[in-house]
T-cell receptor, first 114, second 110 residues
Framework: NAGVMQNPRHLVRRRGQEARLRCSPM?????VYWYRQLPEEGLKFMVY????????ESGMPKERFSAEFPKEGPSILRIQQVVRGDSAAYFC????????????FGPGTRLTVT | KNEVEQSPQNLTAQEGEFITINCSYS?????LHWLQQHPGGGIVSLFM???GKKKHGRLIATINIQEKHSSLHITASHPRDSAVYIC????????????FGKGTHLIIQP
């Protein structure tokens, strides 16, 4: 049973470009969470999604950031017009009610904005 | 909003020592998680607990719901235990995003 997959593992973007981060949850999991870890800072919740629904986006910056979890395919975190302050590690986790909502984390995508 | 405090922030110990990391939170929760992160690495879930005590190998986690406090213990510590240990809480209901402590940087010297 494959774990949570994230790609790419490393992403370099110039200021103003778009970044797309992908997350494939564990098989059978329908809940996906995105977290951000800024350099030298702790992890912060960004958004919680179920298939085709955003459940809680209270941690998402108001502009330039969006997330989706379509019926088919991975969850996508999209950052438009990236700025240097977006450089961070972005982690995805997945869970399932039948497992008590224990969250399993992916390896992360390290975004560097130059 | 839940505040999660961890102590100590940094801990250096000798191989073989018994290690304790503490976590306290301000608001009632459905579960508490202990996570491990190696430098530049991914995040591994060590424990999820809502009451009592859990043990896995040399790691033990306890939680006191009334006191809103949890501890992570490492027995017979080894240099490979060197990592950042992060406490995180799930709000009531359990399905929502986690709130994290700032982490404890642990270094075990041979």
């Amino acid at each position: 049973n494959a774990g949570v997959m994230q790609n790419p593992r490393h992403l370099v973007r110039r200021r103003g470009q778009e970044a797309r981060l992908r997350c494939s949850p564990m098989k059978g999991h329908s809940h996906v969470y995105w977290y951000r870890q800024l350099p030298e800072e702790g992890l912060k919740f960004m958004v919680y999604l179920q298939k085709e629904n955003i459940i809680d986006e209270s941690g998402m910056p108001k502009e330039r950031f969006s997330a989706e979890f379509p019926k088919e395919g991975p969850s996508i975190l999209r950052i438009q017009q990236v700025v240097r302050g977006d450089s961070a590690a972005y982690f995805c986790a997945s869970s399932e009610p039948g497992q008590g909502y224990e969250q399993y984390f992916g390896p992360g995508t390290r975004l560097t904005v130059t | 909003k839940n505040e999660v405090e961890q102590s100590p922030q940094n801990l250096t110990a000798q191989e073989g020592e018994f290690i304790t990391i503490n976590c306290s939170y301000s608001v009632g929760i459905s579960a508490l998680h202990w996570l491990q992160q190696h430098p530049g690495g991914g995040i591994v879930s060590l424990f999820m607990l809502s009451s009592g005590k859990k043990k896995h190998g040399r790691l033990i986690a306890t939680i006191n719901i009334q006191e809103k406090h949890s501890s992570l213990h490492i027995t017979a510590s080894h240099p490979r235990d060197s990592a950042v240990y992060i406490c995180a809480v799930s709000p009531g209901g359990g399905a929502d995003g986690l709130t994290f402590g700032k982490g404890t940087h642990l270094i075990i010297q041979p």
